[in-house]
Structures are given as structure tokens and as C-alpha cells.
């Protein structure tokens, strides 16, 4: 695939065919979700013949292949993109020209760093002063020692994790998707336990309702964030109290209802994943945000072992031994009835509680950082005074 990738300039502007882009794939991706979707529960409901069942399947491949129709467009009809080129061209000449005759505006970036973090990279890049200079001056008084980042520049790991709004966040984090990852991982034995023995279905309406919630999350968070300087936060925040909800849904075990809570827990979990990710760049920058966001993903496995391990798969395993007469716990016995998962939903409940205790706190707190990266509707770099 690498000899099929090149270097492709971002606009200048804002561009209206590439959004029309990003809105077909955005279409292609859910009608494709809404398709696999409503083929699982024919295939689930129906006895279909292989004729159809090949049908689908063909059906399916197209919509996979639907979002290379803007390279082929794209590459049949390159007259935009060569327009573009030639602006590009025009606009480096003409700064040229700016540049030399040194008395004219100047062309600005629309993310400038901070003044500070210019003269700490030019001071990096100077290979005359050597450390115990560097010491000398400070003790002398004739150089300050450097800053701590402030949130919203580039923070190393160690500076990261000293930080309280970092454990915030992973807190946050671990208790959305360690408690949803907890359903999914037993969503089989749950649907059995009520009633539901082809959780095929299940299993499919959590995937979709999940790439809903990935893809809403991040759509919703971006436009609020950007028109009110609302936190990402926030929707971690709602999220966690309508996982609330659905765990006591889970938890009563009421007809028609698990269906509801699936596709609700779902979303919720979807969210969490498409709203941590840009919320660590903000907060944390971009320079080290690939050792950050991964950290931040190691809430999905710990939440998985404390919550699907430890906690889900002892109370299953003592309910089913209890059902069945025995003293021994462990022996691939099978679960009926609510009481096999209740226990585990109503803690689930009690977990999110917390989380959004945790999330209104993070987002209190946070809130003057996303007032000052997006103050002028788009994001910018914070503007700090030299130390």
C-alpha cells in the first residue's frame, strides 16, 4: 500500500470538496454498519439460500470498496487539485517577493508557538553552553530555571504523570470502558442468562451502536467544543450517566429492555474511546501523545481483568453453583436467570457513579484551558509569558 501513498498539502481554507469527502466516507461508513447490521438479524431470523447469502456477501464488498471512488474522481479529474497546486506556487512566490523586500506584512501560521518555547528550542539548539554553565547561570540569578509545561503545551510522560487532570482522565476513562468491556466480554453468558440463547445479534448491535458512538462522539464534541468551548469532557460526563441507567436495566432483567440496554451501552462506550484521544492532545499536547494515549488505553485491559475477571466471572460462577447443588466453584457450569449478572450491574452502577463524580470534577477543571485553545472558534496554541 506504500507505493500508493503520497504527500498531499492540506488547503489553505477551508475546502468544500474535501468536507464533501469526509461526509461520503462518513455516509458509506454507517450505511455499511446498517447493512451488516440488518443482514445478521435476517441471517439470524431467516433461513436464507446460499444464492442470497452470496448476495450479501457481494453487497458487502462493494460498500467496502465505496470510498475509492474519491481517489478514482480525484484521479480522473485532477484539473482542482492542480488549481490548487498553482495557488500554492503563486503564494510562495509572492512571500518570496514579501521576504525580499523586507518591509512588507508578513504571512503568519495559524498555530504559532509561544514565545517562550521558541527561545527554550533555540537554546536547545545552541551546542556552546554546556550544562555546568547553564548551572552556574542559574545560580547567579542571571538565568531563571526552565518551566514546568502548562496544560495545553507539550508535556513529557514524566511531566504528565505528576499532573492530576492526567489521572482524572485515566480514572475516567478506566471506569467507561473497563465497566463496558465487561459487558462485552459476557454479553453471550448474559443473554442466555435471560432468555436469549442467539446473541449473534447482541453482539452486532453493540458493534454498531458502538461505531455510532465513536464516530457521534467525536462529530458532537467537535462542534461544541468549537462554537461554546464546552469540554470533551462533558460528554464523558453524560455518557457515564446513561451507562447508569443501562446497568440498572441490565440489572432488573425486564422484558424488552436488553435489547435497549445493549444498543444505549454501546454508544456510551463508543464515546469514551473518540473523546479521551483528542481530550490527552489538548490537554497534554502532541509531542508525546503517543506514549500518552497509550497509556491511557491500558484502562480498557485493567478494567477488563478488575471488572470481567475478577468481579463478573466469580459472582457467574457462584450463582451457577448455587443453581446446580455445589460446593465447588470453577466447573464450566451454565447460569439461568438475573441473579447470575445483578450483583456485577448493580457495582457497575456504583463504579459509574464515581467515574461521573470523577468527569464533573475533571471538567471544572479543565474548562479555562479549552476557553483559552478555542476562545476564537478554532484551536490555537496557548500564548505563555517567557520565565
Known amino acids: 500500500m506504500m507505493y500508493f501513498v503520497r504527500p498531499c498539502a492540506p488547503a489553505s481554507g477551508d ?52 470510498p475509492l471512488a474519491i481517489p478514482v474522481k480525484m484521479t480522473l479529474n485532477p484539473m482542482r487539485t492542480r488549481k490548487s497546486g498553482t495557488l500554492d506556487q503563486s503564494i510562495g512566490s509572492s512571500e518570496g517577493l514579501v521576504q525580499g523586500e523586507g518591509n512588507a506584512d508578513k504571512t503568519e501560521p495559524l498555530l504559532t508557538p509561544s514565545s517562550s518555547a521558541k527561545n527554550l528550542g533555540s537554546f ?44 482524572l482522565l485515566f480514572l475516567v476513562y478506566f471506569v467507561g470502558v473497563g465497566s463496558g468491556v465487561t459487558v462485552l466480554n459476557n454479553l453471550a453468558q448474559i443473554g442466555i442468562a435471560q432468555g436469549v440463547h ?31 468551548t464546552l469540554p470533551r469532557t462533558v460528554w464523558m460526563t453524560f455518557t457515564q450517566i446513561i451507562m447508569i441507567i443501562t446497568y440498572l436495566m441490565f440489572a432488573s432483567a425486564m422484558d424488552g429492555t436488553l435489547y435497549i440496554a445493549t444498543a444505549l451501552l454501546g454508544i456510551c462506550f463508543g464515546v469514551q474511546f473518540s473523546v479521551m484521544l483528542p481530550t490527552v492532545s489538548e ?5 508525546h501523545f503517543g506514549l500518552l494515549s497509550n497509556f491511557m488505553a491500558l484502562g480498557n485491559p485493567i478494567g477488563a481483568f478488575l471488572f470481567s475477571g475478577l468481579l463478573a466471572g466469580y459472582i457467574y460462577d457462584n450463582e451457577a453453583a448455587k443453581q446446580h447443588g455445589l460446593n465447588r466453584i470453577g466447573s464450566n457450569l451454565t447460569c439461568l436467570g438475573p441473579n ?39 484551536f490555537r496554541l496557548p500564548q505563555s509569558t517567557s520565565h
Not at 447469502?53 to 458487502?60: K, P, R
Not at 490537554?283 to 509531542?287: I, M, S
Not at 456504583?350 to 476564537?376: E, M, N
Request: hydrophobic residues 45%; contains cysteine; proline residues 2%.
Open 340 to 378: 447470575c449478572f445483578r450483583l456485577t450491574f448493580l457495582v457497575l452502577a456504583a463504579v459509574c457513579g464515581v467515574g461521573t463524580i470523577l468527569s464533573i470534577v475533571l471538567t471544572k477543571r479543565i474548562k479555562p484551558v479549552y476557553q483559552t485553545l478555542y476562545s476564537g472558534g478554532s
Open 283 to 287: 490537554l497534554f499536547g502532541l509531542k
Open 198 to 228: 442467539e446473541t449473534k445479534i447482541l453482539v452486532s448491535l453493540f458493534s454498531f451502536c458502538n461505531f455510532v458512538g465513536r464516530l457521534g462522539g467525536g462529530v458532537v464534541s467537535e462542534h461544541f467544543v468549537r462554537s461554546r
Open 15 to 66: 475546502d468544500s470538496e474535501e468536507h464533501r469527502h469526509f461526509l461520503f466516507i462518513q455516509a458509506s461508513s454507517i450505511v455499511l454498519g446498517l447493512y451488516l447490521l440488518t443482514t445478521t438479524i435476517m441471517a439470524d431470523t431467516y433461513s436464507l439460500s446460499p444464492l442470497i447469502s452470496y448476495t450479501f456477501v457481494f453487497i458487502m464488498i462493494l460498500l467496502l470498496m465505496a
Open 124 to 167: 536547545h539548539e545552541s551546542e556552546d553552553v554546556s550544562e555546568v554553565a547553564m548551572l552556574l547561570a542559574e545560580g547567579e540569578g542571571a538565568v531563571k530555571k526552565k518551566r514546568r509545561p502548562k496544560r495545553g503545551e507539550d508535556f513529557k510522560f514524566s511531566e504528565a504523570v505528576i499532573k492530576a487532570d492526567f489521572w
